[in-house]
Structure formats: C-alpha cells, structure tokens
DNA sequence: TTTGTCTTACATCTTTAGATTGATAAAATA
DNA sequence: TATTTTATCAATCTAAAGATGTAAGACAAA
C-alpha cells in the first residue's frame, strides 16, 4: 500500500459530455483528488493516461466508439501502476466480471451516490479493489455459475475414472506432449509396455488416437489443468 | 429470492467445541435464526445435513479431520438449496477464492463483530451472497493475479502469431482431434497439402508431432478456449 | 484356492504421422 | 514490375503410432 504524498491526480474519460462535467465538478468540490484531464474518447484517454500518468482513471465502459473494457485492457498493459476504476450504467453480472478479470480496481454504477464514486476512488487509492456490496453478490454469482456447468458435464460420466492408476500415469505424461520412448524412459519400463497401456487407455476413453486422448483429459478435468482461460 | 415462511434453520459445524457454543448461543439469543443442530465433524456435519435440511450452514473450514472446503463441495453436490457460510479463522486470498469457487455463499472471518455474522446469514437467506468488504478485495486481487500471469507467458512471445489464416484453420482442426484425411475432408483440399501445412506449424511452434502442436496452442490462448479450469 | 485385475512384456502387422524436396499459380508486398 | 509469401499438390522415405493376440508374475478379493 503506497502512500500518496501529492494530491492523487485522476483522469475522466466518459463519452457522455454531461455525464463527464458532473463527474468533474464532483470530484472537484467534493474531494481532495485532481482531475487532470477529461476525454469524451476511449483512444484520447489511452494516450491522456500515458501524458500525465494519473493514479487513478475513471472510465466510462459504456461508450459506442471504442470498447471501454478494451481501453482498460490497453492501459494495464502499460503497467504504469494507473488504477482504473469502472463505471458504468449498468449492473450487468457479465460486465462486472469482465471489468475485474482484465484488471479494473473498482466498478461503481452512474446511478449511485456520489459519495460511493468518492469512497471507491479512496479505497482504489489505498490500493485495495472496490465492488459495491450489491455488485459483489452479482459477480460471485456469475463466477460460482461458471464453475457449475462445468461439474455438471464432469458428472454425467467421466470415462478417467475407468483408468488405473499407471494409466493416469501414462496419460499424464502423454497430456505432456511425450512420445512412446519419451514415456518408458520416464517410467522405466518398456516401450512395449507403454504402448499397451496407451492402447487400453484409448479403449477406456473410447478414442482413435494420442491427441484425442490428451483432449479429453484436459477437457474433463484431468490432472495438469492449468489456470483459467476464461474468455473475455 | 425466496421468502422463509418460517423462521429459517440453521446448521453449525465446527471443531472447536467452545467457539460452536458461542456461536450457538449468540445466534440463539441475538438473532431470529433456529439452530436446528451442532457438531465438531464434518462428516457428521453432512449427514445431519441431509437429515435436517437447514437453510444455512456455517462451516468451519479449518478443521484438521476432514477439510472443510470439501465438506462444502459435498454438500454443493447433494444440489438441495443449502447455503454454506464458511467461517474461517484466515482471510488468506487462496482460500477466500477455494470457497467462493466451489460455492460457498459467504465468508466471515471468527475474529469479525457478531454483528457481522448475522448481517452475512441475513444477506444469504435473502438469496444473496456475502463477501466482507476487507476480504472482496482480497479475493479480487487473487483473481486479477491469476490472470495477469497467464498474460505474461502469452506476452512473451506467442509463436502463434506467426502462423497463416490457413496454417490457423489446420491447427483449429488439429485441436479437434482430427487427422490428416479428416482435415484434408472438412478443407476441400488434399491430404498431402494437409501434410504441408501442418509440418509448417510445426516449425513455426517448435514442436515435434502434432499432440504438442495441440497442446501449445491450447496453453497459448489458441481459440477453442474453453470456460475455467482453475485447480481448487 | 481360485478368480480377476493390474502391470509388465514381446511379436507382428497395418496404418498414420512426419521429414524432405520440389513444383506451380495466385496473391500480397516491396 | 519484381519479389516474397501463401496455398496448393506430389513423390518418397523413415519413423512413430496404433491394433491385436498372447502371456507371466503380483496381488487382492471372493
């Protein structure tokens, strides 16, 4: 957590001029931030925030002209320590979750109060991550949602539970891209071996070949599953 | 989100013996919940859980016998409208997120105010979920986190990009499973023409057959991207 | 003890997969 | 226009993968 020893300087970028001066006379009268610039265009803002390096960037995700959600994703990949704060018309689970999954610190709604817009730039400022009460049971509802479907087509029959446990050795080590020797070097025993186990593995899994056999492991909760991949 | 007609029932399970009677007696006497049975095991835990059907659950999830985390996963299974309430006594960011991923609809810290607990089961019975402000950031700065190291192994230098719109069509059909004739069927084109453009990926990526092809195209953020995966 | 499963192993055979070289026409780019 | 890239196809060859049948020792369960 960082301290600031400046007023914390902040950029506005909404396409919606009005929306736009209300935020900055807000922000003005009402806190102790400074708005150091305003752009009603997301491509504007990008180059704005690498001008004047503001800590934190309020931005409006709504706007027809260039994807709001893509601009943050711009502006964290310059990783210039600049924290984004959403905002948005509306309370949709889907948005949330996208704002949060490419790096914004806050997601606050046009709609609430003014001090709520403030309580999260000082929360974002204090280096923590801001979601209202009510927006945070909306995201975890979508998040817990992803994950049902997921043990549901894991449950209806999970042919990985047929195979021993040497044969969820070999396809371990086939989910890692090696070959019949690669595998029997690994193992120690014999590439003859190896190729029975692999054929009983494709009989179990009811496949043709290797790759297949590694594509339903890895799409059916074997072992190696690596982080995320959840598309934006 | 329903209405209980009646007071709404709950279980308690925790190891700890006194703090399962501290926490029985204050929601005995300072809130409109009936705690319909208590227990130090889990396992325990769940069958009384089948047996009673209470609406809320608070569980340990600290326990040495049987983890809780998958205590809740069980009870997520049996699928009977249970609303789990981990309580726990760390506000570590991996186990926020363990929770909230296999379901629980809330997490309260031992160490928080009563008062809090009880606005946390009131948030739930009323069908929403519950995250202490302190630990939804918490949470969130994991979640951000697993996603910006995925970011940078595909920023490196993703070999993908090298590849042709056709060479992309090849090994979109490679990820599926196919073969040679199978791939050369579903393009229109020869199987020898097939047999080019994949020895072309496979220069361009670095790999020796096609399983590996598959598997750094899937690791690398390769289309066909499929919804999580992420390893509780 | 018998039965069954698991792990190991080999032989044989067929089918794919993969490497290499070469070639042509279209399309994009310098 | 000249050059490079891309997409197409072929022939050939080697290596790897996959199918099938058989079998022995270990071990656990009936």
Same sequence: chains 1, 2.
Avoid: C
Avoid at 48 to 71: F, H, S, V
Avoid at 113 to 139: C, H, N, W
Avoid at 160 to 180: F, H, I, K, S
């Amino acid at each position: 957590m960082r301290e600031f020893k400046r007023r914390a300087r902040v950029l506005l970028i909404d396409d919606n001029a009005d929306h736009l001066r209300g935020v900055k006379e807000l922000i003005t009268l009402e806190s102790s931030y400074d708005v150091v610039a305003t752009t009603t265009s997301a491509n504007i803002g990008i180059n704005l925030a690498k001008k004047y390096r503001p800590d934190i960037i309020l931005m409006d995700i709504n706007m027809p002209e260039k994807d709001g959600l893509q601009a943050i994703q711009e502006i964290e990949k310059l990783d210039m320590d600049i924290r984004v704060i959403a905002l948005s018309g509306y309370d949709d689970a889907d948005l949330i979750f996208r704002a949060m999954k490419i790096g914004a610190k806050g997601y606050v709604l046009k709609t609430m109060a003014s001090a709520q817009l403030i309580y999260a730039m000082d929360e974002v400022a204090a280096g923590k991550i801001y979601l209202p009460t009510a927006l945070t049971s909306r995201f975890f509802e979508y998040f817990q949602n992803s994950f049902k479907e997921e043990e549901k087509t894991s449950a209806e029959e999970n042919l990985l539970t047929y195979l021993t446990a040497r044969e969820e050795e070999v396809l371990d080590l086939l989910t890692q891209g090696n070959n019949y020797k690669s595998i029997a070097g690994k193992l120690f025993i014999s590439e003859t071996t190896v190729k029975t186990h692999v054929n009983n593995i494709f009989q179990k899994l009811q496949v043709n070949d290797r790759t297949q056999a590694v594509l339903y492991a890895l799409n059916n909760g074997f072992a190696n599953r690596r982080l995320s991949k959840i598309a934006v």
